[in-house]
């Protein structure tokens, strides 16, 4: 790759990349729980003008640092509350993560290794999902990712020189981290830079290596971002603010003293990584024979990443309690490894030629199987979905047919049209359920009168509603509301609706406001009339 691409090649790679991570960002109103939760928490800073201690439905939120809710309030102060002004923070993370990836894979590793990184992150099917929830994951895996990057320059662990403002830099990325989801933002690059040191140094380096990291003006300033919320968070509430952050959301949730998501590795990290990746299964090959490589002149720098992802993964793949999320963070290594594979291939090995076979078998019989499935129990029909599972397919065989003809590097911009198609599948999908999935409808109907939830909430609801909605368990909890208030509105599924009313007097009229879907089951807002006597 020539010199004038190098650099010319970034304004396109940045398209592909702001396209790939930002289309359909708000088609699909706020889903998770998470979302609604961090949306709830940022909306009411801004319109209570509090902007220390988190809340959620009228309840304290200290589960979570505030970074996140801070970098969405200048967005829905131009915006206003909705998902575009809850997602863009995420989206602009995985964006500024594509550029760091580009500018280190470009300098560090070999030409065109960068534009190639910066691909296969953007073209990640895990991160098309992640770069568009508004939780604070992409937050988190940008300033830990730039963390250990800068430490290990600026302690001379890839260069041969030292550079302490490399290192300053690395403790006040840790503290944002740290300031995004909480202590594991400084831990995780803190160790995966001693194992580096161990590697690529040997054991006598460590101890040097820790007094290069320790002996600046880092600590400080790590310690004036982070100290100031947590200590006023101890100082206003204590044990609680331990037992709720420090305790369930990290020590419970690594240890499992309480099970949040007690998954095994194989049941959620091990498909998530075959699925994100999918589109560069062929390169794991050219990518192992890399880091064996010992007369690499880029080997330590492809060391270095293959630490830091191999760090994340196998500390969380140690928690008791797993989410998909959780190693997102390795994800940028694993980019450059597959990225300086690609840009220094010359042809696409055998095997590479099998498993794009295999991958293109799977998707068209995927597209077969969304062309006879469609249960009743959906909404909308599944075939818009199976025309585009074929598309990528089809291309996926062209991309087969190449290699084999042209026995060449892989087609980039065949990779390119298949992240499009896959792409298209999520954006479709979004667009047909959000047809269907419609909080900020229900939002409305219950913004107006007293309500409530039935024996089930969603935060999204609580998010669009703009209010406090508290949730009743019972008929009997139903029907006291109703002789203080005479009318209330409720947000139920709809197969409790008959039950609740069989429980309601008789006095009590009922009309049904609005009907929707919610991940899987059916919901409705009803209202409640108490009969005048």
Not at 149 to 171: D, M, Q, S
Not at 276 to 301: A, E, M, Q, Y
Not at 395 to 424: D, H, N, V, Y
Request: with cysteine.
């Amino acid at each position: 790759m020539s010199d004038s691409r190098r650099h010319s090649g970034f304004f396109p790679i940045f398209i592909i990349a702001v396209i790939f991570l930002g289309v359909g960002l708000s088609i699909l109103p706020l889903t998770s729980p998470d979302e609604g939760r961090n949306a709830c928490a940022a909306w009411g800073m801004l319109s209570s003008g509090h902007f220390l201690t988190p809340m959620y439905n009228g309840k304290l939120r200290l589960i979570k640092p505030p970074l996140l809710y801070y970098s969405m309030l200048p967005f829905i102060k131009i915006f206003g509350p909705g998902a575009l002004a809850a997602r863009l923070p995420s989206f602009l993370a995985a964006l500024a993560i594509g550029v760091v990836i580009f500018w280190y894979g470009e300098n560090r590793l070999s030409k065109g290794t960068g534009w190639w990184a910066m691909l296969i992150w953007c073209t990640n099917l895990h991160v098309f999902i992640e770069a568009r929830s508004a939780v604070p994951e992409m937050t988190l895996v940008l300033w830990q990712f730039l963390s250990f990057l800068l430490l290990i320059e600026g302690t001379g662990l890839i260069r041969p020189h030292i550079n302490k403002k490399k290192t300053v830099l690395a403790w006040v990325s840790a503290a944002l981290a740290v300031m995004a989801k909480g202590p594991i933002g400084f831990l995780l690059p803190a160790l995966a830079a001693m194992l580096c040191a161990l590697w690529l140094k040997g054991r006598r380096e460590l101890i040097p290596f820790i007094g290069r990291a320790w002996k600046n003006i880092g600590p400080l300033l790590f310690s004036l971002i982070v100290l100031p919320w947590y200590s006023i968070m101890f100082y206003r509430y204590g044990r609680f603010f331990f037992q709720e952050f420090f305790y369930k959301n990290n020590i419970a949730r690594f240890t499992g003293s309480i099970a949040y998501h007690p998954y095994s590795f194989w049941s959620v990290y091990f498909p998530i990584l075959i699925i994100g990746f999918w589109l560069w299964h062929p390169l794991w090959g050219k990518t192992l024979k890399g880091l064996l490589n010992k007369k690499s002149p880029v080997v330590n720098v492809l060391k270095a990443m293959f630490v830091w992802s191999a760090t994340i993964i196998i500390f969380y793949g140690m928690a008791a309690n797993k989410l998909h999320h959780y190693i997102l963070a390795s994800y940028p290594g694993l980019c450059l490894l597959i990225g300086w594979a690609a840009a220094t291939a010359t042809e696409v090995s055998l095997g590479s030629k099998l498993t794009l076979a295999i991958q293109g078998i799977v998707e068209i019989g995927a597209a077969c199987f969304l062309w006879r499935y469609v249960p009743s129990s959906l909404p909308f029909s599944l075939k818009p979905l199976a025309v585009i599972m074929t598309i990528a397919g089809i291309f996926t065989f062209l991309a087969l047919s190449r290699a084999c003809i042209e026995k060449g590097p892989l087609s980039p911009w065949l990779q390119i049209f298949r992240a499009g198609a896959f792409l298209s599948v999520l954006v479709v999908g979004a667009y047909l359920y959000s047809g269907v999935y419609q909080p900020q409808v229900a939002g409305r109907y219950l913004s107006a009168t007293p309500s409530a939830f039935y024996r089930h909430r969603r935060s999204a609801v609580v998010f669009y509603a703009q209010k406090t909605i508290p949730t009743l368990r019972n008929a009997t909890e139903v029907a006291v509301v109703l002789s203080k208030e005479k009318i209330l509105r409720l947000w139920l599924r709809s197969r409790r609706s008959a039950s609740l009313l069989a429980g309601l007097p008789q006095s009590v009229r009922h009309k049904v406001l609005w009907e929707g879907y919610d991940i899987g089951d059916r919901v409705e807002v009803i209202e409640l009339r108490l009969r005048e006597n």
